[in-house]
């Protein structure tokens, strides 16, 4: 059964028809996550190990973030969205606030601006 969540359910032909673009545009549009997410190390688990609570170790998170192929996208979200919780290219909330601030490094102003808005 296709889980409509599951962007690899999508004809491949389809995809590749539509070129790299629209194919990401279209798979954001049906499961209203990035298109990069359908490549995350973390996909189909649980949010509970990106979100632990209060003194709960981040490292079973970041020991999956670190092996993750997206994990630079997965970042310039979290900048762009500002996303305060959680677990987001193998930071925490804490060290993207650091990244933020550091807002007059140009790579890290190009990164905020390279990202895609949170819908
Ligand atoms: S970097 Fe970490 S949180 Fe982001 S998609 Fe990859 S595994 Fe998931």
Redesign the pocket.
């Known amino acids: 059964m296709n889980d409509a969540t599951d962007p690899h359910w999508l004809p491949v032909e389809l995809l590749m028809a539509l070129g790299v673009a629209q194919a990401d545009e279209l798979v954001q549009a049906l499961t209203g996550r990035p298109a990069?997410?359908a490549r995350?190390?973390?996909?189909g688990m649980g949010p509970e190990i990106?979100y632990p609570a209060l003194g709960e170790s981040v490292n079973p998170?970041m020991a999956?973030?670190v092996l993750?192929p997206?994990?630079p996208?997965?970042?310039r979200y979290g900048l762009a969205n500002s996303l305060q919780l959680g677990?987001?290219?193998?930071t925490s909330g804490r060290t993207r606030r650091k990244i933020a601030s550091m807002n007059k490094c140009p790579r890290t102003r190009q990164a905020l601006e390279d990202a895609p808005p949170m819908d």
Do not use: K, Q
Request: aromatic residues 16%; proline residues 0%; contains cysteine.
């Open positions: 990069w997410h995350a190390a973390c996909r990106f998170a999956i973030c993750c997206v994990r996208e997965c970042l677990i987001w290219g193998g």
